[in-house]
C-alpha cells in the first residue's frame, strides 16, 4: 500500500522568500551599476624613477641620490549643494552627494535658471540689475564648461561620478650624504631636499555648485624644503 508523501522540512513563508529575492536583487543591481566605475582612490598612471651614486671614496663616502613620483591626478564630482532641504537632487536624504546635470547651453533660460537678486545691504535689485547678474551668471558657467573637458564632454545629462581629474602631480626628493671619520667613529650628515623643482600640486577640488571657489583647487602641496640631519656611527 503506497503512502502519501508528504514534505516535513522547514517551511518558507512567502514574505520570507520576497525578503531574499529582493535583497539578491538589490545586491546585483549595486555590483552592476558599481562595476566599471572609477574609484575615488583610483590612479592609473604613475611614473617613478630613483638613482643613487656614491663617489669612489673609502673614507670620505659621499652619495648623492634623487627620487621621482610623477602620477595621475584623484578623481572627483562637482555635485549639488543647497539648504532647507534644497540640493537634494535624487531625493535620497542628503544634499551633499548628488552629481550635477550638465547644460548643453548656458544660456538657455529653458534649461537652466539663474537668481539675480542680490542679498548684499543696499544691492540694486532693479529689472536691470538683475538682468546685468544673471548674464554674467551665464557667461561664466559657459565659459567653466567650455574650459574643462570632463564637463564638456558631458553636456546634457548628469555627469559621472569620478570623471573629473586633478592635475598631474610630481614628487621631487634630492639628497646628499657626506660621511667625515673622526677617531674610530663617523659623522654623517645629510641634505634632504623635497619638491626640489618647487612645482605647484593643486589638490582638493571645489566641486560644490554653490560654492565661491566652484572649480579652484582649495590646497596646494607643500613648496621646496630642506631638512638637515647628522647622525653618529660607533
Known amino acids: 500500500m503506497l503512502q502519501p508523501f508528504a514534505y ?8 520570507s522568500v520576497i525578503w531574499v529575492l529582493n535583497s539578491v536583487a538589490t545586491f546585483l543591481f549595486l555590483a552592476l551599476h558599481v562595476a566599471g566605475r572609477t574609484s575615488s582612490n583610483d590612479i ?4 617613478v624613477l630613483a638613482g643613487t651614486y656614491a663617489m669612489p671614496r673609502a673614507r ?27 540640493g537634494d537632487l535624487n531625493g535620497d536624504g542628503t544634499n551633499t552627494n548628488d552629481p550635477i546635470y550638465v547644460p548643453r547651453d548656458a544660456f538657455d533660460s529653458v534649461e537652466i535658471l539663474f537668481a539675480g537678486t542680490s542679498d548684499s545691504t543696499g544691492a540694486d535689485n532693479s529689472p536691470t540689475a538683475q538682468a546685468t547678474r544673471v548674464m554674467l551668471q551665464r557667461a561664466g558657467l559657459e565659459q567653466l564648461l567650455q574650459s574643462t573637458p570632463c564637463l564638456n564632454r558631458q553636456r546634457g545629462r548628469i555627469m ?8 598631474w602631480s610630481n614628487t621631487t ?15 654623517e650628515g645629510q641634505l634632504d631636499v623635497f619638491n626640489v623643482l618647487n612645482r605647484v600640486n593643486f589638490v582638493n577640488y571645489q566641486g560644490v555648485v554653490t560654492s565661491p571657489f566652484f572649480g579652484r583647487p582649495l590646497g596646494a602641496s607643500a613648496p621646496r624644503q630642506l631638512q638637515l640631519s647628522a647622525r653618529v656611527k660607533f
Open 8 to 15: 516535513r522540512g522547514p517551511r518558507w513563508k512567502l514574505h
Open 44 to 47: 592609473p598612471h604613475r611614473v
Open 60 to 86: 670620505w663616502r659621499t652619495e648623492l641620490s634623487f627620487y621621482y613620483v610623477g602620477e595621475s591626478g584623484r578623481p572627483f564630482t562637482y555635485v549639488a549643494f543647497g539648504t532647507l532641504r534644497r
Open 160 to 167: 559621472a561620478r569620478n570623471s573629473c581629474r586633478e592635475p
Open 173 to 187: 626628493i634630492a639628497s646628499v650624504r657626506q660621511s667625515v671619520p673622526i677617531g674610530g667613529r663617523s659623522v
